[in-house]
């Protein structure tokens, strides 16, 4: 389907449409399991939840945010993006806080996003650093969240933020430098 038609089924759904959400969801569920495949790939093996299951908690949490004025599939994906990263640093801090002591799931970032070969990172120290960053650069935390987590090219990614290719890989480069600085330091700080 073409993507204006998804634009246009988003919304109708956002306009109370629930026929148009129901037509949504097949045309987006692979690219949402796409996400979640990209999201649980991170992971340490043996997590217990999957990417179906994730993909299912984002669809429950998405038809909560009926406010969103959708703007086109790469602004839904996005979201998604961002929904599916929730709800893996809530499983996260909850395992963390069941088990005593337990450690944190652990996230593997990819290979373009780690330029200092140390190979894991914690994803609650992840959503830490991308917080700190959005208080003082919103729009460079939001450049890791779509590419990294979301998937989104740079093309996607500029027109989500309205904002050029340019800027995109200025900010991805600079993002991906601060954060990288951050969990060194972060890790360093709790050894």
């Given at each position: 389907?073409?993507?204006?038609?998804?634009?246009?089924?988003?919304?109708?759904?956002?306009?109370?449409?629930?026929?148009?959400?129901?037509?949504?969801?097949?045309?987006?569920?692979?690219?949402?399991?796409?996400?979640?495949?990209?999201?649980?790939?991170?992971?340490?093996?043996?997590?217990?939840?999957?990417?179906?299951?994730?993909?299912?908690?984002?669809?429950?949490?998405?038809i909560e945010a009926r406010g969103v004025n959708w703007r086109n599939r790469a602004h839904f994906l996005a979201i998604a993006a961002r929904v599916m990263r929730q709800i893996l640093v809530d499983f996260a801090r909850s395992r963390r806080y069941q088990k005593r002591g337990g450690g944190a799931v652990r996230v593997t970032l990819v290979e373009?996003?780690?330029?200092?070969?140390?190979?894991?990172?914690?994803?609650?120290?992840?959503?830490?650093?991308?917080?700190?960053?959005?208080?003082?650069?919103?729009?460079?935390?939001?450049?890791?969240?779509?590419?990294?987590?979301?998937?989104?090219?740079?093309?996607?990614?500029?027109?989500?933020?309205?904002?050029?290719?340019?800027?995109?890989?200025?900010?991805?480069?600079?993002?991906?430098?601060?954060?990288?600085?951050?969990?060194?330091?972060?890790?360093?700080?709790?050894?």
């Amino acid at each position: 389907m073409r993507p204006q038609n998804i634009t246009a089924l988003l919304q109708a759904w956002r306009q109370g449409d629930q026929t148009a959400f129901d037509t949504l969801v097949p045309l987006v569920h692979d690219e949402l399991r796409q996400v979640a495949r990209r999201h649980m790939s991170h992971e340490a093996p043996g997590h217990t939840l999957q990417p179906t299951a994730l993909v299912n908690e984002a669809y429950l949490r998405l038809i909560e945010a009926r406010g969103v004025n959708w703007r086109n599939r790469a602004h839904f994906l996005a979201i998604a993006a961002r929904v599916m990263r929730q709800i893996l640093v809530d499983f996260a801090r909850s395992r963390r806080y069941q088990k005593r002591g337990g450690g944190a799931v652990r996230v593997t970032l990819v290979e373009d996003l780690i330029v200092s070969g140390e190979p894991c990172r914690d994803v609650i120290a992840l959503d830490d650093c991308l917080e700190a960053l959005a208080k003082f650069d919103q729009r460079k935390s939001r450049v890791i969240e779509m590419r990294f987590f979301g998937g989104l090219s740079v093309k996607e990614t500029a027109a989500v933020l309205g904002v050029s290719c340019d800027t995109v890989m200025r900010d991805w480069k600079l993002a991906r430098a601060w954060l990288l600085q951050e969990l060194r330091r972060e890790t360093t700080g709790r050894e």
